[in-house]
């Protein structure tokens, strides 16, 4: 199945007051990277939103390579920290090329390359989540057991223990 490109879905976002310093950032990187092959350096800024949050843990692109004077139809390579996303992410190659040229409007990748090796996993911050008061557990009791359903009464008193451990 093809994922349509939606018209604006990677807008680039404008912002009125100070610069962000993205800009500052890509002005400076855009010479690097350009000799690279990351002639758009958006690639590696909305890298996430094309390939999806794991994946992007695991598979990083390296450098966006095109035939001599041809700026369509280029080969991206990436990088994978293991087998795992590697699989993961030969499934999904399709649809990660259709969402890249949407991202540019034009057929910027026509394939991708995926190259195995060392790579610095991005971890996940574990917040440690805190328990109710008693008085919390109290009151949360209270309102949950005019509950008739067993079940529906368990998941009414996970939802607002959720929801009070949030506050």
């Known amino acids: 199945m093809t ?3 939606k018209k604006n879905e990677y807008h680039r976002r404008t912002y009125e007051g100070l610069a962000p310093l993205t800009r500052e950032v890509q002005a400076i ?32 692109p390296e450098k966006l390579t095109f035939e001599k004077d041809k700026r369509v139809n280029g080969t991206l390579y990436v ?21 890249i040229n949407c991202f540019f409007g034009y057929p910027a990748v026509a394939q991708i390359k995926i190259r195995q090796g060392a790579l610095k996993l991005k971890s996940e911050t574990v917040e440690t989540a805190r328990s109710l008061t008693p008085a919390e ?18 998941q009414a008193y996970e939802i607002g223990k959720a929801i009070l451990i949030k506050k």
């Open 29 to 60: 990187a855009k010479p690097i990277l350009g000799r690279r092959g990351f002639a758009e350096i958006d690639i590696l800024g909305s890298w996430e939103e094309m390939v999806g949050a794991d994946l992007a843990r695991g598979i990083l």
């Open 3 to 5: 994922e349509k490109c």
């Open 137 to 154: 557990e109290k009151e949360l009791q209270k309102r949950v057991s005019a509950i008739e359903d067993e079940e529906l009464r368990t």
């Open 79 to 99: 990088k994978s920290a293991g087998g795992a996303f590697a699989t993961l992410f030969e499934f999904q190659k399709q649809r990660v090329i259709e969402r």
